[in-house]
């Protein structure tokens, strides 16, 4: 345990709920595993629940037990981690109520609160904690994503939680922020001049971006209806990765230099409009199929469904960033459920040679391409055109792939989750894997374009069977250009 650790106390809204128990207490177990909690750290745990301090315990080594791997429950790091907890019971609407949470929290330190709960909450939780005087300037706030439901509605969130806490003070969380890969295009990008000095329309031809799950609404179809994929993924995680991807290089490695070139990237993306919309976007929604050998239903079957729904499960968009670095270069995005398998990963490729010399044995140069796999596999692959060794005139060639896995290479470097990353910085103090509002309101600010496209073209999503790739129509929106996805 290392004393040089800055001591931040830890208020956790929502200890109970499922984000809390998959996520946020094995990340911070994790953290503690790593010595990376200050010996003194104190993590309060707030929820509606009646639990003494005894039963609240044996939840958090429950969740411990189901959530992390055997090998790594250690008994002494257990038995120190639960000696941080605190459990206070309350009504987050109710002001009084925060008296027992001043109670609890009586020392004076640093302290970050992570509002895991519904964002309708926020406001109120904010004035209960100003009420109580436990707001000072060192206090930071962990926002959960969705920041809003449109550009209105988030501004309005945003707002209510600026009369409590500065800019400053607010950490508005992606996880994809926190991955591995994802940190690691900053080091590809702007460590290695073989790809820096090759990374505008002069080389690369095109990007995808690809965000597939396997899974279904899994429970959730009242949430998921109102919200869709495009605000679900597209809005937050998919246009952080492509501003990560486009963005011109920061001055320094800081929260604001980073920022302000990734809002350069959104605020030049080329508006999705009525007129446009038909050509450059595809809406699905899965119909009954197969995922793996199970037999699954559509979405309009799931539990709770709405039979007259339109909301889309599936999103392919082609995307231009109408600057000088990428003039002429399409991104093209793709999201949705009851994908044929869970993968997260960006497909960089670059332009063909002009001439090919090789044409005796090879008539197409397939093109070199970057793969930076996010999710399940995370790594870094670079696909080239190769010699197959042999005697004789002719040279045969033979695509073939350099990778980079991180599992592999890093074998004895356990891979930290996103969250425990995002969760250690937030107590640590540093803002730059987390999101500025203007980020969030420049983003929103463009989807809402698509949506009002959507609605007035009155474009409705189109069906695909469970454990496909999506409507036909997204194929056709690469094959129009020449182009296909990257399978």
């Not at 309060?44 to 039963?55: H, K, N, P, T």
């Not at 790739?469 to 020449?482: E, I, N, R, T």
Request: glycine share 6%.
């Amino acid at each position: 345990m290392t004393d040089s650790l800055q001591r931040s106390d830890l208020v956790l809204f929502g200890v109970l709920g499922d984000l809390s128990r998959r996520k946020l207490i094995p990340a911070l177990y994790q953290l503690d595993r790593s010595g990376l909690l200050h010996q003194d750290s104190k993590i309060i745990g707030v929820a509606r629940d009646s639990l003494s301090d005894s039963q609240f315990e044996a939840r958090v080594k429950e969740t411990l037990k189901t959530f992390v791997a055997d090998e790594e429950l250690v008994d002494d790091v257990l038995m120190r981690f639960c000696k941080r907890f605190h459990y206070v019971e309350m009504d987050f609407s109710k002001t009084e109520a925060y008296q027992a949470l001043k109670a609890a929290a009586v020392e004076d330190v640093d302290r970050v609160f992570y509002l895991a709960t519904p964002p309708s909450l926020y406001a109120t939780i904010c004035a209960g904690l100003s009420s109580h005087a436990l707001i000072s300037e060192s206090t930071r706030v962990i926002l959960e994503k969705p920041i809003g439901h449109n550009l209105a509605s988030s501004q309005t969130i945003n707002q209510a939680v600026a009369k409590y806490f500065q800019e400053s003070q607010i950490y508005r969380i992606d996880h994809y922020l926190g991955k591995e890969t994802v940190l690691n295009l900053l080091a590809l990008r702007f460590a290695n001049a073989l790809f820096a000095s090759n990374w505008d329309n002069s080389a690369i031809d095109h990007i995808q971006i690809t965000a597939a799950e396997k899974v279904g609404v899994e429970g959730r179809w009242g949430y998921y209806d109102d919200a869709g994929q495009l605000r679900d993924m597209v809005q937050n995680h998919l246009l952080q990765v492509l501003s990560l991807i486009a963005m011109e290089p920061p001055s320094r490695l800081d929260a604001e230099s980073i920022r302000e070139e990734k809002l350069k990237v959104l605020k030049a993306l080329r508006p999705i409009d009525a007129a446009n919309s038909k050509d450059v976007s595809v809406r699905g929604q899965y119909q009954g199929g197969f995922s793996g050998e199970t037999k699954v239903p559509g979405y309009l079957q799931e539990e709770g469904a709405r039979q007259n729904s339109d909301t889309e499960t599936f999103v392919a968009l082609k995307v231009n960033i109408d600057n000088w670095r990428w003039s002429g270069v399409p991104f093209y995005l793709r999201t949705g459920k009851r994908m044929p398998e869970k993968r997260s990963e960006v497909v960089i490729t670059f332009k063909k040679q002009p001439h090919n010399i090789f044409n005796d044995t090879t008539a197409d140069l397939q093109p070199n391409k970057l793969v930076i796999r996010l999710q399940p596999d995370e790594g870094v692959e670079v696909q080239m055109l190769n010699k197959i060794p042999g005697l004789g005139k002719q040279m045969h060639l033979k695509a073939t792939t350099l990778d980079l896995s991180f599992d592999e290479t890093f074998e004895k470097k356990r891979i930290a989750d996103a969250y425990e990353r995002l969760m250690l910085e937030a107590m640590q103090g540093n803002q730059y894997l987390f999101v500025h509002r203007d980020e969030v309101e420049y983003a929103w600010r463009w989807v809402d374009g698509i949506l009002a496209a959507w609605e007035q073209n009155e474009q409705p999503p189109k069906p695909y069977h469970a454990g496909t790739w999506g409507p036909v129509s997204a194929v056709s929106l690469l094959a129009h250009d020449g182009r296909q996805w990257d399978e």
